[in-house]
């Protein structure tokens, strides 16, 4: 039998490195090996009852059908009241498509607004499904570094240096995965200007908005001119601040005419996001918001344990993020070094042994496209941060 032959561009992608790690350390659990799993990222927290019980209702209520491809008119609409109340921002329910989470979202206005050569700005370290979706349509990522002394933010000079005929958009995630970085209002506005100067659209990933510390107050860069909010799509959901990663809803805000272009190919494609998620989203959305500011809380005493823990060990210097749940300590000092007589030469080998060895699971820094990090994911209980953090200092401690 001939092998198939696949479309070249499912090359230019790599499987999801964080979702094949969370995998592997499930498999080991599921083998008798106690891991604490650092890698996935998404809260541990269950979702709140009355989300659960919305869903249930509208079982039981018959509402088991197909619904327009954008998003039932209700769910719309409370996004809608949702950006207006909290950031100010006006939008209709023209403005606005329900996806299949955020990540859908994101590959849909890829697919409806890049081909070849358009070029996107992506800021590194970057969630890891930014660069395969723009370069699977076609387009061409191009990478702005930054430094954790400047607190993983790029200066605009960084960003305009990248800037070429052929740049389409700019890409911002504020707070950032995987290093929980923010944004000040002065920095945003910085970039919108230079949007502007450039003729550029803006995708603001704000997933992680309501998972906030220090009194940090994320601000949108689609408030900060007309401009900007003509040529922004805000993108966001309901998987990270009501823990409802699984029930897979995103949403997108922005131009009437790209988001009826986003709407369109979602109906040739998944059709209408799931309508019971819809229903159980429209009620996290509007129902009571106590369940946020419980989860935000803990994770904010989550942040300070494993900062202070990481920062405690000798050759580990780490980043203390006001946002996300994840932090993003830098362990190449170890490189050149070995582990019971095995070399690490990257955040690959680090990772790999310390998942093999000490049974800690986490994401090599290479798959954020910087390879002197690793992502740790805090999303898991204070008991689990305590014992991954022992393991991994008695790991570190035996490298030479």
Request: with cysteine; proline share 4%; hydrophobic share 40%.
């Amino acid at each position: 039998m001939s092998k198939a032959k696949l479309n070249s561009r499912i090359g230019l992608i790599q499987p999801s490195m964080t979702i094949g790690i969370s995998a592997k350390a499930k498999e080991l659990k599921a083998n008798g090996v106690n891991v604490i799993n650092f890698s996935a990222g998404e809260p541990d927290f269950d979702t709140p009852d009355n989300i659960k019980m919305a869903a249930i209702k509208s079982l039981a209520e018959g509402f088991t059908k197909y619904t327009a491809a954008g998003g039932i008119n209700e769910l719309r609409d409370a996004v809608a009241k949702k950006e207006k109340v909290k950031n100010n921002l006006e939008y209709k329910r023209e403005n606005v498509c329900i996806s299949v989470g955020a990540k859908h979202a994101l590959f849909n206005i890829a697919a409806v607004m890049l081909e070849p050569p358009d070029e996107v700005i992506i800021i590194s370290p970057y969630w890891v499904t930014y660069e395969a979706i723009v370069s699977y349509v076609g387009a061409t990522p191009i990478i702005v570094d930054t430094k954790q002394e400047n607190g993983f933010v790029p200066t605009v000079d960084d960003v305009e240096a990248k800037i070429t005929e052929n740049t389409k958009m700019i890409w911002i995630n504020n707070p950032t995965n995987p290093t929980g970085a923010t944004y000040t209002q002065q920095q945003l506005e910085d970039i919108a200007q230079l949007a502007q100067k450039h003729d550029l659209w803006i995708v603001s990933d704000e997933i992680y908005e309501d998972i906030v510390f220090d009194g940090y107050k994320p601000v949108s860069i689609a408030t900060l001119s007309d401009y900007a909010y003509e040529r922004t799509l805000v993108v966001n959901g309901v998987s990270k601040t009501y823990s409802m990663t699984g029930w897979r809803i995103g949403y997108t805000c922005g131009d009437k005419d790209i988001i009826a272009a986003m709407i369109k190919l979602q109906s040739q494609s998944t059709s209408n996001p799931t309508c019971i998620s819809q229903t159980a989203a429209l009620e996290a959305l509007e129902g009571p918001q106590d369940s946020v500011e419980k989860m935000r809380l803990e994770f904010e005493k989550r942040r300070d344990y494993i900062v202070g823990a990481l920062n405690g060990m000798e050759g580990i210097s780490c980043y203390k993020p006001k946002g996300a749940f994840y932090v993003f300590p830098n362990i190449s000092s170890f490189f050149g070094k070995s582990y019971e007589g095995k070399k690490i030469e990257n955040s690959m080998d680090f990772c790999t042994l310390l998942l093999e060895h000490a049974h800690v699971a986490t994401v090599p820094g290479i798959a954020f496209g910087d390879d002197r990090f690793m992502r740790v994911s805090f999303a898991t209980s204070l008991e689990d941060i305590e014992e991954g953090m022992a393991r991994l200092k008695a790991f570190i401690e035996k490298i030479q």
